[in-house]
C-alpha cells in the first residue's frame, strides 16, 4: 500500500468493482452451498463464502465516504471500550495474584529485618575545587 492514498481509493471504481466482484462471489458461494453441490466441498464453500461477506462488508464500508467516516467512529468508540475493559479485567484478575507473591518473597526487601543493618560507613572524601570539577 506504499504510495496509495487511502481517500482517493475510498468511492473510486476499482473500490466499487471490487464490492461487486466480492458480493456476487459471495452470492454464488452460498447458492452451492445451499444446493448440496459439492458435498465434500460444501465447509470450504461455507468458509469461503463467510470470508467474501465480510470482504463485501469491508468493500462496502470503504465504498462510501460517509459509511466510512461512521465506521471510523464506531471503531474508535469500540477502541476506548475495549481497552478499558480489558485493562480493568486485567487489573483486577492478573495483578491480585502477584501481591501474595511480593508479600512472600520480598523481592525489594522492604520488610525490616532484625540483625545488623547493612549500611556501611564510609568516610567522606574532601571537597575542595579538584574534586568538584573531577565530577563535572
Known amino acids: 500500500m506504499r504510495g496509495m492514498n487511502l481517500e482517493r481509493w475510498v468511492g473510486s471504481v476499482g473500490a466499487r468493482l471490487f464490492t461487486v466482484a466480492a ?16 458435498p465434500p466441498a460444501q465447509v470450504a464453500l461455507f468458509a469461503l463464502g463467510c470470508l467474501l461477506a465480510f470482504l463485501t462488508l469491508l468493500g462496502s464500508i470503504h465504498c462510501f465516504a460517509p459509511v466510512y467516516a461512521g465506521w471510523m467512529r464506531f471503531s474508535k468508540a469500540l477502541h476506548a471500550v475495549a481497552v478499558t475493559v480489558l485493562f480493568a479485567l486485567c487489573y483486577l484478575l492478573v495483578v491480585p495474584f502477584f501481591v501474595p507473591l511480593v508479600w512472600l518473597l520480598d523481592p525489594l526487601r522492604l520488610r525490616k529485618r532484625s540483625g545488623p543493618a547493612t549500611w556501611i560507613q564510609r568516610p567522606s572524601a574532601p571537597l575542595d575545587l579538584e574534586s568538584l570539577e573531577r565530577m563535572g
Open 23 to 38: 458480493a456476487l462471489s459471495c452470492a454464488t458461494a452460498f447458492a452451492l452451498h445451499r444446493r448440496g453441490a459439492w
